[in-house]
């Protein structure tokens, strides 16, 4: 293999470059953003970038793709893929030949048919590009309207309620982070953002964003008129996988890959945010938004296309930061499951531990670090020789403990 080019510049993209090259792979790599800016992490953007944006967060200074021998295509999109030919069509008019295709594409954010939608008082967190516009409006902003009550809405949440704004959020379901976490948490998380003022309008839906002299008015499905300065949108994402459609590639909410993160292509590879892979801690297909899983993606694929034989099947674990909390889950949990509190959520650190049946799925820490690590390497044990609900329950276990004991059990 001569080539490796690489479409999307994200995290799962510049690691994999990368690691191409530290598995001692010595063929030409071209790398390609959309974007004119040098790659970036994006988690920082919903979190501490808005309130100190010094600098961009870059993934990698510009000299390590020089010295990388990485020719990065800044500002250049894939517009098709011929795959007889196995060339990559570019947005400027050119081409590019390869050995291997890797699609990193990403997602983009869900954005709702409404009314008024493109008004200039709407804002999107995704990008540098949108967060730049954040902060040149934010100075005249006293009140906010995030659509979305998931992770990144309430990460802005949390952060713009520091920062003396007031914050109205509309979530369609009737609890926050209803997909990604248990009742405990979902509660906990409210009851913590209206401590802090941010006004909530649950299992309610937007009908319309109209313009008034003073900023903008969001109206609801109940009737009720929110008068705004900005509204900004984090009603969820959609994987980026049109470029793969259009090639005759399988996608099915992501691009459809086997345990090795191959398409039926054999030139053709996908990773990360737009990538529906074989997950056995989901027990079926999984397509995952996290640093974690772009990272560990990048690692094993970059190890495969330098010879090395596998499947992929990395532990995934994902953290939130929302003002002055923070939420780290380590494993997948789901609907139905049982919960196991451990520690008082009333003082602000505790963990849920969730069951099905006796069999530990998933744990989610709040303000609790050394919890997470521990249930990290819980989780990480054949199911037979982990904790038990009853170990889960008994208050004066002491959970460092407790995994010492199961890995001897193990």
């Avoid at 500002?75 to 947005?91: K, N, P, Q, V, Y």
């Avoid at 009720?224 to 590639?249: C, H, K, R, W």
Wanted: charged share 20%; with cysteine; aromatic share 6%.
């Amino acid at each position: 293999m001569k080539n490796v080019v690489v479409v999307g510049a994200g995290h799962a993209g510049v690691e994999l470059v990368a690691s191409l090259r530290e598995n001692g792979f010595a063929g030409r790599i071209d790398l390609l953003s959309d974007e004119p800016d040098l790659p970036y992490q994006r988690p920082p953007l919903s979190k501490e970038y808005i309130k100190k944006p010094t600098s961009a967060p870059l993934l990698r200074p510009a000299q390590f793709y020089t010295d990388n021998d990485v020719r990065l295509h800044a500002g250049i999109a894939a517009t098709a893929i011929e795959r007889d030919a196995r060339r990559l069509l570019l947005s400027d008019g050119s081409s590019l030949g390869y050995d291997h295709l890797v699609l990193a594409t990403g997602a983009r954010n869900r954005l709702l048919g409404l009314p008024g939608i493109d008004r200039p008082q709407v804002y999107q967190i995704r990008t540098l590009a949108d967060v730049r516009r954040i902060i040149a409006g934010l100075s005249g902003w006293k009140h906010v309207t995030i659509i979305g009550g998931g992770f990144i809405g309430l990460e802005a949440a949390g952060l713009l309620s520091t920062m003396g704004v007031k914050v109205a959020l509309i979530e369609l379901a009737p609890r926050l982070m209803q997909r990604s976490v248990s009742p405990t948490v979902s509660r906990w998380f409210l009851d913590y953002h209206q401590a802090n003022g941010v006004q909530f309008h649950m299992e309610r839906h937007v009908t319309s964003i109209e313009e008034t002299s003073s900023g903008v008015k969001v109206r609801l499905s109940d009737g009720i008129g929110i008068a705004t300065d900005a509204v900004i949108m984090a009603a969820g994402v959609i994987p980026n996988t049109e470029l793969a459609s259009d090639a005759g590639l399988h996608t099915d909410n992501g691009i459809v890959v086997d345990s090795s993160l191959a398409t039926a292509d054999v030139a053709i590879s996908a990773l990360g945010d737009c990538a529906s892979y074989p997950n056995a801690f989901a027990g079926g297909r999984a397509r995952l938004e996290s640093v974690q899983n772009a990272t560990d993606q990048a690692r094993f694929l970059a190890a495969r296309l330098c010879g090395r034989a596998g499947s992929y099947s990395a532990f995934p674990w994902f953290w939130s930061i929302q003002g002055a909390a923070r939420l780290q889950i380590a494993g997948l949990g789901e609907a139905g499951l049982t919960e196991i509190v451990r520690g008082d959520p009333a003082s602000g650190k505790f963990s849920v531990f969730l069951f099905d049946r006796d069999r530990l799925k998933a744990v989610e820490s709040v303000n609790s670090a050394a919890d997470h690590m521990a249930s990290r390497r819980l989780l990480a044990i054949p199911q037979e020789c982990r904790l038990t609900p009853d170990q889960a329950r008994d208050a004066t276990c002491n959970l460092k403990d407790l995994v010492s004991s199961v890995q001897q059990a193990a």
